[in-house]
């Protein structure tokens, strides 16, 4: 989400006359896009600000200057402190008020420190401009799509409610407009975002709430779109209509992101994640029988307080059952002001280690397998990008994998049927099975569209 976020701000940027440019020793202003959802991620940005400083010091050297600013959830939760921290920030401002940057901006010109972290009323999306044509079309062929934000389910650990605030779901026809400015400059795959992504229940354009599945059916629609996709969810707000969804849109790709952060019915209380082990295996068989070729990926939290061995095995024993094609893992870490910060029963640092290492080595090898199950299989791939060798494009599977193909660069944007010949640690690579001769350059080519093979 915050690449989304840094994506709209660049938008407003560019219309104050901003360009990017790729050294801070050549900016005017520098926005570190903050996150603050373990402690590390949020002590980067100090050191972050240091070179920063420094990197504004040469500039002041020759005659010019930099402002710098923290946006994010870091600023959303330390504000002030971030100023008392680091005084070398110009502006601090959180994730639900960036609409607001000329404003800031201009105040900061002006000479003031400006620290913004209260919630406004008004929509954030509505009060954006659309981006330009030119900044649309530099997300190329994958684009990132916030259809919903923040969080009211408060699991103990997170910072999430307090950092993004309370659910909110876009309206329906803000969201499709979007998507389909998006397809129109050259998208064909969209990624919708949220905290708690299948939660949505935004207003639809008949003036009634939709649900996610509602929504999903209606994005398949957009003309252009390919592939949908959509982060994260949870697992309580998996209902009937979006487990359905995965069987009828064909563009839905089988591939779920779903954390479950534990094993442990009893960590999972302590956590409040508002589930059980059993609700997830009875998910997970639901939507296998929905969908056969679904593909799971999910978040862990290792040594949360309490976690004992017998809690960790049960981790391990959800694992096993299950299989994931892919996950994220982490050890626990304290955020302050959530209710687990004041937990007892803290696990020992070397023992969280312990327990990372020997679910990440088991993680690891899921993956690996279900890569290996590949081999030999055909299917779509949605071309991105040009590869690092001559001759080489990457595309990614329906399960997110970056799949490497030698053919023509005149594929970016398009699905092709490719056959896997060998899967890689953190690649596939493929030869193609469609055939290319209607691309330019070859024989018949000049009757190419992009349509007829979405
Ligand atoms: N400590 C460790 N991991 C955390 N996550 C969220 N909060 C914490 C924390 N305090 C992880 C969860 C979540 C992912 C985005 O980050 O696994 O799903
Ligand atoms: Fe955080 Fe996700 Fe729990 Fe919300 S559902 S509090 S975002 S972990």
New binding site residues.
């Given amino acids: 989400m915050n690449v989304y976020d840094s994506q709209r701000m660049s938008d407003t940027l560019g219309r104050l006359g901003y360009m990017p440019v790729d050294d801070p020793d050549k900016a005017d202003l520098v926005l570190l896009n903050t996150c603050h ?3 590390k991620a949020a002590e980067k940005v100090y050191s972050e600000i240091g070179r920063l400083k420094q990197a504004r010091e040469r500039r002041r050297a020759v005659g010019a200057d930099m402002l710098i600013g923290v946006a994010g959830c870091v600023a959303q939760a330390e504000g002030e402190e971030i100023v008392t921290r680091a005084p070398a920030v110009d502006l601090v401002f959180g994730p639900q008020s960036y609409h607001r940057l000329p404003d800031f901006l201009a105040r900061a010109q002006a000479g003031e420190t400006v620290v913004e972290t209260d919630f406004p009323v008004e929509d954030k999306f509505a009060a954006l401009e659309a981006p330009s044509e030119r900044n649309v079309r530099a997300r190329g062929v994958s684009a990132f799509l916030t259809i919903q934000e923040g969080c009211d389910k408060f ?1 103990t ?4 409610p307090y950092t993004r605030g309370a659910e909110f779901s876009r309206p329906a026809a803000e969201i499709v407009a979007e998507a389909r400015r998006l397809a129109d400059a050259g998208v064909r795959e969209l990624t919708l975002l949220g905290q708690n992504v299948n939660a949505y229940h935004g207003e639809g354009p008949d003036g009634g709430e939709w649900g996610l599945a509602r929504l999903l059916y209606e994005l398949a629609e957009v003309d252009g779109i390919a592939r949908l996709r959509y982060t ?1 969810s949870h697992p309580r707000d998996m209902d009937d209509d979006l487990i359905a969804a995965h069987r009828d849109i064909s563009a839905l790709m089988p591939y779920l992101h779903l ?1 479950v ?1 534990s094993g442990s019915d009893r960590m999972l209380a302590m956590m409040n994640r508002r589930h059980d082990r059993g609700l997830y295996f009875d998910l997970v068989a639901r939507l296998r029988d929905a969908r056969p070729d679904i593909a799971l990926s999910s ?3 290792v040594g ?1 307080p309490g976690e004992t061995d017998a809690d960790f095995a049960e981790t391990m024993d959800l694992v096993r059952q299950v299989g994931f094609a892919q996950a ?8 302050p002001g ?1 209710p ?1 910060a004041t937990m007892d029963r803290r696990v020992p640092e070397a023992v969280q280690a312990g327990r990372l290492a020997e679910l990440q080595a088991l993680l690891r090898t899921q993956q690996a397998d279900f890569a290996a199950g590949l081999e030999g299989r055909t299917f779509d791939v949605l071309f991105e990008k040009v590869g690092r060798q001559p001759g080489q494009v990457v595309g990614r599977s329906p399960w997110l994998q970056p799949v490497i193909v030698d053919a023509p660069e005149a594929l970016i944007g398009s699905l092709e049927s490719v056959r896997i010949t060998k899967a890689g640690s953190n690649s596939l690579f493929a030869d193609l099975v469609s055939d290319v001769s209607r691309l330019p350059g070859h024989d018949g080519g000049s009757s190419y569209r992009a349509e007829s093979f979405a």
């Fill in positions: 959802i373990r402690e699991c650990f997170c910072v999430v994260t954390p952060q978040d862990f939290i949360f994220f893992s982490f050890k626990y870490s304290a955020r959530t687990a």
